[in-house]
């Protein structure tokens, strides 16, 4: 059972335009989440991460919104720039101190020029 | 700036072969660990190291060891290799616990 969800697959948004990621967890145990970034043929990279004593973090274009009740993640990226094409992860840790991170399938951001 | 390395990028193997992968990271950090990504997956941790001497089981050990006998690397086995351990491996490290892992760039494994 998924316990860190990303339904979409796939994200076409035009150069300019807003994206909006989108993640869902089950474990109410989560109080970490971090989004990496992946090019092809190339490691995870961290991009930006939330604790969940807050419900927003910021850095530059990319803003992570975090909504507990419902257990959703959002990342948005303004503007978008051709060079964000890559696949993007959500992930989640459990507790203060946990190295066990759990991560979602992932979702092809794709920004068109 | 090294960060983290690993060692072969691409390798195909036969059934039953063994091999090792090698990561190495230039960061001093305490926290190593071992990803398998497969097409379609999330990365799914296999083992990890909490410090020099320590390793532990992830999600999904079976069929691998690893070894940490150097603080800088983290070394992993596969003994006798199987069809479904192909895949794309990953290491990461991390300061601590609770911090961000950094990756290295993987090695694309296949098992004949």
């Known amino acids: 059972d998924q316990q860190v969800k990303q339904n979409s697959p796939s994200l076409s948004v035009q150069e300019g335009r807003i994206s909006i990621l989108n993640c869902d967890y089950t474990?109410?145990?989560?109080?970490?989440f971090l989004w990496y970034k992946k090019y092809p043929a190339e490691g995870p990279t961290f991009l930006i991460s939330?604790?969940?004593?807050?419900d927003k973090n910021e850095d530059g274009r990319f803003t992570v919104f975090l909504n507990k009740s419902a257990k959703h993640l959002s990342l948005h990226i303004v503007p978008s720039q051709p060079g964000d094409s890559a696949v993007y992860f959500c992930a989640a840790l459990t507790g203060a101190g946990s190295y066990q991170l759990t991560f979602g399938k992932g979702t092809k951001l794709s920004v068109i020029p | 700036n090294a960060g983290v390395t690993q060692t072969p990028k691409f390798r195909v193997l036969k059934t039953g072969q063994s091999m090792t992968l090698l990561c190495a990271q230039d960061?001093?950090?305490?926290?190593m660990y071992w990803y398998r990504q497969d097409p379609g997956m999330g990365l799914r941790l296999i083992h990890y190291?909490?410090?020099?001497?320590?390793?532990a089981k992830g999600e999904v050990p079976d069929g691998y060891n690893v070894s940490r006998l150097k603080k800088q690397n983290f070394l992993l086995g596969l003994e006798s290799a199987a069809p479904s351990q192909t895949s794309v491996y990953f290491c990461?490290?991390?300061?601590?616990?609770?911090?961000?892992?950094?990756f290295g760039d993987g090695t694309r494994l296949s098992i004949l």
């Open positions: 990461a490290s991390s300061l601590s616990g609770g911090q961000p892992q950094h």
């Open positions: 474990n109410s145990m989560f109080d970490y």
């Open positions: 190291s909490v410090g020099e001497g320590t390793t």
């Open positions: 960061m001093n950090h305490e926290y």
């Open positions: 939330i604790s969940s004593i807050k």
